[in-house]
């Protein structure tokens, strides 16, 4: 039996409300206090922000697990917590192929450290309504079984590529909203500080920083293809939908300055996000009817942590491939 959808926007907006300003308030703060001057994000204070968001999801699954359960019943509240954290972890995993084109990105348009924070800011900010958007309009078409059906389809098609042709990620500079950016705009090969406009000769120009930021943001509308149906096969609930994608994206930034690096270490990654892909698919298309209409969420959230496991634990124990080259991105 599918369980009803308990929190619709239309009876909980003050909640959704709520934590949207909330979420603003936060990056009002990450922005105007705390990286008001541009400089370089190193290691130790990547780590401390990455302890952060984590621990303000989890403090959020706490309190969502605590007060569903006063809400709806005590098995209520365990499913909802199950379902945000088994959502929240499709996120954090999928967010690894946003994290290689950060780093593609950065080094096409020879953005430098310093400045790279300022671009995912405004990066992150528009992926939030982007994924909002996405969400919304998900919750609406989720109610027809076609395509829910066709979802799951896309999400095996979409894993099963990224396993087989582990496809090498486009030059940056090739994008199509790049040309468009550049029908419309004159795009300078000069940096101008932190602007992303500039004036030349009376001329107004976009600079490397808004071309970078163009790039990464159709990039991240490609990736909402595959991660907003994935959280779909978790859960109905539009508001963990919503609020899972959302503190994943608020983690990327540091997630990109704290695994920039390493990237290529962790070389079977790939085939872990590939396998979770044709997993929560298969649970779209199948396994939710095949077990009564819901696949029980325990086991989703083991088997998409044993998957990752298994691609960071294979990751240290083997070499990457020489043929490996650049793993299998998604190409944004």
Request: charged share 15%; proline share 4%.
């Amino acid at each position: 039996m599918i369980e009803p959808v308990l929190m619709p926007f239309a009876d909980w907006w003050w909640l959704y409300g709520a934590f949207t300003l909330g979420v603003l308030a936060l990056l009002a703060l990450d922005l105007g206090v705390f990286h008001r001057q541009a400089h370089e994000v190193r290691f130790r204070e990547a780590l401390t922000w990455s302890v952060v968001w984590v621990a303000l999801a989890g403090i959020f699954n706490l309190w969502l697990w605590w007060y569903t359960g006063q809400r709806f019943g005590a098995e209520a509240g365990d499913r909802l917590g199950l379902e945000f954290l088994a959502g929240y972890l499709i996120e954090k995993a999928l967010s690894v192929d946003n994290v290689f084109v950060f780093a593609l990105v950065f080094t096409a348009f020879a953005i430098p450290p310093a400045l790279q924070h300022r671009v995912l800011f405004y990066g992150i900010l528009g992926a939030l309504v982007f994924r909002a958007l996405f969400i919304a309009a998900g919750s609406a078409l989720m109610d027809y079984h076609w395509v829910v059906v066709a979802a799951g389809v896309f999400l095996v098609a979409t894993g099963i590529k990224m396993a087989v042709m582990g496809g090498k990620p486009k030059d940056p500079r090739s994008s199509p909203a790049l040309r468009l950016l550049g029908r419309l705009l004159p795009v300078s090969d000069r940096l101008d500080g932190q602007r992303f406009l500039v004036r030349d000769g009376g001329r107004l120009m976009a600079t490397p920083l808004l071309a970078a930021l163009v790039v990464i943001e159709v990039a991240d509308v490609v990736f909402a293809i595959d991660s907003v149906p994935a959280i779909f096969a978790i859960t109905r609930e539009p508001l963990i939908v919503f609020t899972s994608n959302v503190f994943a994206i608020l983690g990327l930034r540091a997630m990109f300055f704290l695994l920039a690096g390493v990237m290529d270490r962790f070389w079977a990654l790939a085939y872990a996000l590939a396998a979770i892909l044709v997993f929560v698919g298969l649970k779209m298309a199948w396994l939710n009817q095949a077990f009564g209409g819901k696949f029980p969420i325990s086991w989703s959230l083991g088997i998409i942590a044993a998957l990752l496991a298994a691609g960071v634990a294979v990751s240290l124990l083997r070499r990457p491939p020489q043929a490996a080259g650049g793993g299998g991105a998604r190409e944004g």
